[in-house]
C-alpha cells in the first residue's frame, strides 16, 4: 500500500516558501484529488500551495495539522476555493435546519 506526503506552503517571496501543513495519506483517490487541485484560494487573494507526493519506504515526518479539517473539506466537496466552500457549508446548514423543523 502507497503512502503520500501532502505539504501546504505559504510562498513568502520569490523561492521561499513556509510549510504549514504536512500529513500523510494511504488514500490514493484522496492524494490524486489534492495533487490536480494544486492550491486553496483564500478571499484575499493569497493562496495555498499544495504539492503531493509518494513517500518512501519507512520515510518519517514532522506533521503539521495546520488546514487539515479544509484539505479534507475542499477535496470532499471539490471546491478550492474557500468562499465557494463557506457557501456551501452555509447551504448545508440551512437544509440540516428545514429538516429539522419538519
Given at each position: ?82 468562499a465557494q466552500l463557506e457557501a456551501k457549508e452555509k447551504e448545508a446548514k440551512v437544509i440540516v435546519q428545514e429538516i429539522a423543523a419538519l
Open positions: 500500500m502507497s503512502r503520500y506526503l501532502i505539504e501546504g506552503s505559504w510562498s513568502t517571496s520569490g523561492r521561499n516558501a513556509h510549510v504549514v501543513h504536512r500529513t500523510t495519506t494511504t488514500d490514493a483517490r484522496f492524494a490524486a484529488k489534492v495533487q490536480r487541485a494544486g492550491y486553496i484560494r483564500f478571499g484575499d487573494g493569497t493562496c495555498l500551495k499544495l504539492f503531493v507526493r509518494e513517500c518512501k519506504p519507512n520515510e518519517r515526518f514532522v506533521f503539521i495539522h495546520g488546514y487539515t479539517r479544509l484539505i479534507n473539506d475542499c477535496a470532499y466537496f471539490n471546491l478550492w476555493d474557500v
